[in-house]
């Protein structure tokens, strides 16, 4: 099936620092999601991009939707200790009948 | 409140063993997956189901079985447990509207001895 490959696998940062990872892919995909797991708990959505280029935040994340359409990044400013978890981007592709695919999760861990 | 239910939340068992983990949503939603969680490979998918009676593979079907007689439910079923089905277990349903959110379960942690 489709791969997504995300980096870092993990990070681990000093609280206040800015903090960014990435998702590529070979394919194209029409829609970009990113969520966070926390330890324990299913992933809840953060951000979703829907156009090639968009630029969307949310608080302190803010995402994009890359122009290739093969690749999105996730940004994190100030990072602060709740922001510990694991982040996973998402890719949806009409060719693979509108089904979720998902990177292999950036583990982020954050010093007070 | 709009919410996404497995049963159970923790299940300890024996190779070949069957079992069912069952999975509920409230949200009306067509579509439906499962997904298997391990260390370093992220979120796999095991089937999914698009709506009622039509269920197909994900990337992972292998040992697994599921089925999707009503909307609102969509049960996992592990006819012969094997130690590598050692795993967390997520359950998903969305929309079939484009770009619709995903909700996830709580997860269910499977250990199979």
């Known amino acids: 099936g489709q791969q997504l490959n995300q980096s870092p696998q993990s990070m681990f940062i000093q609280e206040g620092e800015d903090v960014s990872m990435n998702c590529t892919s070979s394919?194209?995909?029409?829609?970009w999601l990113w969520y966070k797991q926390d330890p324990g708990e299913g992933p809840v959505l953060l951000i979703a991009?829907?156009?090639?280029?968009e630029l969307t935040s949310n608080g302190r994340l803010t995402a994009q939707f890359g122009i290739t359409r093969k690749d999105s990044f996730l940004n994190i400013s100030a990072s602060i200790p709740s922001d510990v978890g694991i982040y996973f981007c998402?890719?949806?592709?009409?060719?693979?009948?509108?089904?979720?695919?998902f990177g292999g999760g950036t583990r982020l861990m954050v010093k007070p | 409140e709009a919410q996404v239910t497995q049963n159970p939340r923790y299940l300890i068992t024996v190779t070949g063993k069957k079992l069912t983990v069952t999975c509920s949503q409230n949200?009306?939603?067509?579509?439906m997956s499962w997904y298997r969680q391990d260390p370093g490979l992220g979120l796999r998918q095991i089937y999914y189901?698009?709506?009622?009676?039509?269920?197909d593979k994900g990337d992972v079907p292998e040992g697994y079985k599921v089925s999707r007689k009503e909307k609102r439910n969509f049960p996992l079923i592990l006819e012969s447990p094997s130690p590598n089905q050692t795993s967390l277990y997520f359950c998903?349903?969305?929309?079939?509207?484009?770009?619709?959110?995903?909700?996830f379960g709580p997860g269910t942690r499977l250990l199979v001895l």
């Open positions: 998402a890719g949806i592709s009409d060719n693979a009948g509108n089904m979720l695919t």
């Open positions: 394919s194209i995909f029409n829609t």
């Open positions: 998903a349903s969305r929309s079939s509207g484009a770009g619709e959110t995903q909700y």
């Open positions: 949200m009306n939603h067509e579509y």
């Open positions: 991009l829907y156009k090639a280029g």
């Open positions: 189901s698009m709506n009622v009676e039509v269920t």
